[in-house]
């Protein structure tokens, strides 16, 4: 959470740092600012309340001048949203922005008890800290690691000084940092998304490392100040990617392009003819693979869905082996114990998510081996866990995760089929996975293509709506509950997802005709089953729109039928059209649905 981006280099750093920001507003909108350096050794600041569209009215009245500076977009922890608390925060000659949470800035505040503080975050503390240190001719390095030995909690900082101009120092633990190196220019981040059109050379610093950057050469060093051997890396993906290509908005946009990125998931790792499946980077032999016996699976909000909608195809694709799908935020402070020959699947989309790191770690100590389904290269969690692979999915600007979602299903997926193949699965259920996953992106296409229209008109029809719920049985479950998430996330409706048998155990006491249901009924053995669910509801009023795959009579407000050929994964179908209902409803609200309220895309804090 948090966006954070510095430049020193040879151009106006006001424009690279509001690109910056622009670019990382997803990651929050609570405030922003930027400082600047001019060359008259002289720092400016400003920042505003809102979104980056505020700021950039507050430059036009005061622009920046300098060649160097730092930048930051919030998403408040500590302390409301106020011009006070927005970054960069400035103590006498220290200015910072910080990304995390400095969990003891009380015992910090105590100890610097003459500071007088303008605002109540925590970040501002850490900066007086650093000014505490400043002191006597003391290099900013210094200062900065001195103050960072002192602080329990979690960081990403860049932070500059008038006395030295042409340096920003940055450290990390915890929130991520990639210094980007060009021609004469380094540009600092808290996402590679930010460097795209500016260098394809970065570095990507570790926890507990911090870097000088100056124009032309970057250093990194440990809390020691010993030097760190941090060699730089490329950078994926080009900038073309982050922009919204004729649609409206981002989301819309990454739901469409769903048939695109899959192909990437998918790209040499399904052979549809003779029914394989595999993933490169599991780093696990076919002995290792042979012996496991528990799969667990670890992530958060739309990961965690992903996760638990892959567990159902593993537990009936692969022979003798559990699968356990756990909420990170959880399962970190949990006394867990996780049996012989088990291996961790660690999900997340940014890579840097704060509990789902947590766990990996966690899981780690135990001596579990652990796999990353990931889509930020270079990320955290891809570094630290013992294989795994990328979706390739491509950056998501819009805070709701869509095709993400979909391409962490897929890899799961194939990851099962790669498990069964080695462990004596099914091979015709391995051969109609493998055709399924080939077909998918097309089936995708055609989906979307077909039922945008009506799914336009669905969403004006029940935009009106407070309540909804999600209901679907067996892999129609999953899919429910990330519908849900979807909806309320964006267009701010109360939305809850069940699975349909638990539907009279409590929650049918709310509905009502002001309740609208939304049903996932697969055409399998469940399908009757399904059916006595939608009946309960429409009997006591409630409103119901119903996906399906089936040609069956449906009685129900509204059924949208989807004709295709694939039966093992039609969920991930009515997955993408859940979607595009979601993003429908909140456009037809009125919502932002690119910056949903209170909510950031990297949960880097706990």
């Known amino acids: 959470m948090c966006g954070i981006v510095g430049y020193v280099g040879n151009q106006p750093a006001e424009g690279v740092l509001l690109n910056g920001l622009k670019r990382l507003e997803y990651r929050g909108y609570d405030s922003s600012g930027i400082a600047t350096l001019d060359d008259k050794e002289q720092p400016h600041l400003v920042r505003a309340v809102g979104k980056i569209a505020e700021l950039e009215k507050a430059l036009i009245k005061t622009p920046l001048t300098g060649n160097m500076g730092i930048g930051h977009t919030r998403w408040a922890t500590h302390g409301g949203v106020t011009v006070e608390n927005a970054h960069p925060h400035h103590v006498e000659n220290v200015f910072l922005v910080h990304n995390g949470i400095i969990e003891n800035f009380k015992d910090i505040k105590a100890f610097l008890k003459k500071q007088k503080f303008n605002s109540d975050t925590d970040s501002e503390v850490l900066a007086a800290l650093i000014n505490h240190y400043y ?6 390095e210094d200062a900065v690691a001195k ?19 042409g340096k920003i120092v940055t450290a990390r633990l915890g929130s991520p940092l990639v210094i980007g190196l060009g021609n004469g220019e380094t540009i600092i981040a808290s996402d590679a998304s930010a460097l795209l059109g500016y260098t394809r050379k970065a570095i990507y610093l570790n926890d507990g490392e911090m870097a000088v950057c100056t124009a032309d050469k970057v250093n990194v060093f440990d809390l020691s100040l010993k030097v760190v051997d941090n060699s730089p890396e490329e950078i994926e993906g080009d900038a073309s990617q982050i922009q919204k290509g004729g649609y409206d908005h981002f989301l819309l946009k990454e739901i469409m392009e769903q048939p695109t990125t899959l192909l990437n998931t998918l790209s040499g790792r399904v052979d549809a003819k003779k029914g394989t499946l595999r993933l490169g980077g599991p780093n696990l032999t076919p002995s290792e693979i042979n012996k496991i016996e528990h799969v667990v699976i670890v992530g958060c909000g739309t990961a965690y869905y992903a996760g638990l909608l892959a567990s159902y195809y593993m537990e009936q694709l692969v022979p003798n082996l559990t699968t356990e799908v756990v909420v990170a935020s959880e399962y970190r402070y949990r006394s867990f114990h996780l049996p012989k020959n088990s291996v961790a699947l660690v999900v997340s989309q940014s890579g840097e998510t704060a509990d789902t790191l947590a766990c ?16 930020v290269v270079g990320s955290t969690i891809a570094r630290e866990v013992d294989g795994g692979t990328y979706i390739y999915a491509g950056p998501e600007m819009s805070v709701a995760s869509t095709k993400a979602f ?8 194939i990851f099962a089929g790669m498990l069964a193949g080695h462990r004596g699965g099914d091979p015709a259920k391995l051969h109609q996975l493998a055709e399924e996953l080939v077909a998918l992106p097309d089936e995708i296409a055609k989906v979307l293509k077909k039922h945008q229209g009506q799914i336009e008109k669905l969403a004006k029809k029940y935009a009106k709506y407070e309540d909804a719920f999600f209901l679907g049985r067996d892999t129609a479950y999953p899919i429910a509950l990330e519908g849900a998430l979807k909806l309320k996330e964006i267009s701010y409706i109360h939305a809850e997802g069940y699975a349909s048998g638990e539907l009279k155990h409590g929650p049918i006491a709310l509905v009502d005709e002001t309740f609208f249901e939304v049903f996932s009924i697969l055409d399998n053995w469940l399908f009757e089953k399904s059916i006595g669910g939608l009946q309960e509801v429409r009997a006591r009023g409630g409103r119901a729109i119903v996906f399906t795959d089936s040609k069956r009579e449906i009685e129900a407000d509204d059924v949208v039928r989807i004709d295709t050929d694939i039966k093992m994964i039609t969920p991930l179908l009515i997955n993408v059209l859940q979607q595009l209902f979601a993003y429908y409803v909140a456009v037809k609200r009125g919502n932002d649905v690119d910056q949903p309220r209170n909510l950031a895309k990297s949960v880097t804090v706990e």
């Open 406 to 413: 979909t391409a962490q299903a897929v890899a799961m997926l």
């Open 360 to 375: 990996l770690r966690e899981i780690k100590k135990r001596g579990v081996k652990t796999f990353g389904i990931v889509n």
């Open 135 to 140: 002191k006597n001719g003391t290099k900013l």
């Open 147 to 165: 103050a960072l030995k002192k602080v329990r909690g979690t960081y990403g900082i860049a932070v500059f000084s008038p006395l030295e101009p």
